[in-house]
Every structure is written in C-alpha cells, then in structure tokens.
Nanobody
Framework: VQLQASGGGLVQAGGSLRLSCVVS????????MAWFRQAPGKERDFVAA????????RYTDSVKSRFTISRDNVKNTVYLQMNSLKPEDTALYYC??????????????????WGQGTQVTVSS
C-alpha cells in the first residue's frame, strides 16, 4: 500500500489548511487512518485518527476543537482540516494506515504504513 500526503504550506497564525492523504494499492475501506506530526528536534507525535467505518475518531488534546479528521472511501482519501492554526502546529505531517476492526480506532503504535510527509509552517 502507498500513501501520498499533500496540502501543507505556509500560513499565518489563525489560518486554516486541509491536508489530504491518498491511499493506493489495497482496499482503502479496510484501513484505519491517522495523522502524526514531527517538529524539528522532536519525536513524531500522534495527532488524529479515524476508524475504518469513519464513525469513530480520536484526537490529541492540543488539537481538539481545532482539527477534524475525515475520510472518503470512494476517493480513497483521508483529510485533516486544521483551523485556528498556531505556531506550535508547525511540523512535518505524516499520514498512516493499518488494517483494523471496523469501528475501532488503533493505538498510536499500531500503524504499519506511512506516507512521506507534508510540511506545515505557521507563522506568528
């Protein structure tokens, strides 16, 4: 399976971006999906995840009420809508996938496939 992330860029604090991740090679509707991010000099951190069905999501506390993860099983794409961006959101954002139970959300260490990352930079 291959994951291709896009949509990053430079935005001012308070602005918005929408990241996309297209999955190819296997049946997208079998995969739970997630977004992670890695800031310079820091470890990669979990951001958000969505179940295979799309009915369940999970967010890290720092992005709750600002970010929304969603998926389109027809377009084989997972999205991360990011609003009210802050300079501390600056990072390289990765999408990840794993085959999982339909309505469960995997733990952060359970993802098997990773995209190449897309850079998000938020200026103050």
């Amino acid at each position: 399976v291959q994951l291709q992330a896009s949509g990053g860029g430079l935005v001012q604090a308070g602005g918005s971006l929408r990241l996309s991740c297209v999955v190819s090679g296997r049946t997208f509707s079998s995969y739970a999906m997630a977004w992670f991010r890695q800031a310079p000099g820091k470890e990669r951190d979990f951001v958000a995840a969505i179940s295979v069905s799309g009915n369940n999501t999970r967010y890290t506390d720092s992005v709750k009420s600002r970010f929304t993860i969603s998926r389109d099983n027809v377009k084989n794409t997972v999205y991360l809508q990011m609003n009210s961006l802050k300079p501390e959101d600056t990072a390289l954002y990765y999408c990840a996938a794993t085959i999982y139970r339909r309505d469960w959300v995997p733990l952060s260490y359970e993802y098997d496939y990773w995209g190449q990352g897309t850079q998000v930079t938020v200026s103050s």
